[in-house]
């Protein structure tokens, strides 16, 4: 079912016109690492996860497998150690502290961590993220950091503005040719998002079915 389930999704993705390379991350919070060995078997290799000590958990069970670690939750200060640890990928940073703590945290003999600011895209009140009037000043301080380089951007649109949301990240994108990353869109809305240029898509349900 799951490997089923990740063909379609591939489907969906090579039908849109597109120039960028597309990654399917595969959104397993609160899954198993029985149905993730599924979808290894199947050839996924980039998995998302919310929740540290659940993710933890399932990356030493699974281990050895040459899996792509992303973080995707919100982050709180005590948790950056470990996610700096064991991650090759952060999705969330939102804020300043966030990124020099998994700069001064990322263990020397690791690849330097991968980051993404998240963007509160729609300015919504009750979601993390950096506003856009915000983006050019703290982007200047990444310079400092020998540990993570910065990628790109995330982002998790207001559900009934995606398409605006979308136009707007692609925007910001044009703005910052340095950077490649954009990880954006979801089960519901992978399409449009692929159209403005996202290179991540991380999509849970429509791959491992409804979380409990």
């Not at 995707?72 to 948790?79: A, D, E, F, T």
């Not at 380089?149 to 605006?164: V, Y």
Request: net charge positive; with cysteine; aromatic share 6%.
């Amino acid at each position: 079912m799951i490997a089923q389930n990740l063909a379609k999704i591939h489907h969906r993705i090579d039908a849109v016109k597109h120039s960028q390379e597309v990654t399917l991350i595969a959104v397993s919070k609160t899954k198993p690492a029985a149905d993730l060995q599924q979808a290894i078997d199947a050839g996924q290799r980039h998995f998302g996860e919310n929740y540290l000590q659940e993710a933890l958990e399932k990356i030493d069970i699974l281990k050895g497998q040459n899996l792509i670690w992303h973080f995707i939750g919100p982050i709180q200060s005590n948790k950056t150690k470990q996610i700096a640890q064991n991650f090759s990928w952060v999705h969330s940073v939102d804020r300043l502290k966030i990124a020099k703590r998994l700069n001064d945290q990322r263990p020397e003999n690791l690849a330097k961590l991968n980051v993404l600011l998240q963007v509160n895209i729609d300015n919504e009140p009750t979601k993390s993220g950096v506003l856009i009037d915000e983006i050019d000043e703290i982007i200047t301080h990444f310079e400092n950091f020998q540990n993570i380089s910065l990628r790109g951007f995330m982002c998790i649109p207001s559900p009934d503005n995606a398409k605006q949301s979308f136009a707007k990240m692609a925007k910001i994108m044009q703005k910052h040719p340095n950077l490649d990353t954009l990880s954006m869109g979801m089960s519901a809305d992978l399409e449009l998002a692929i159209k403005n240029g996202a290179t991540f898509v991380r999509i849970g349900s429509d791959i491992f079915g409804k979380r409990a």
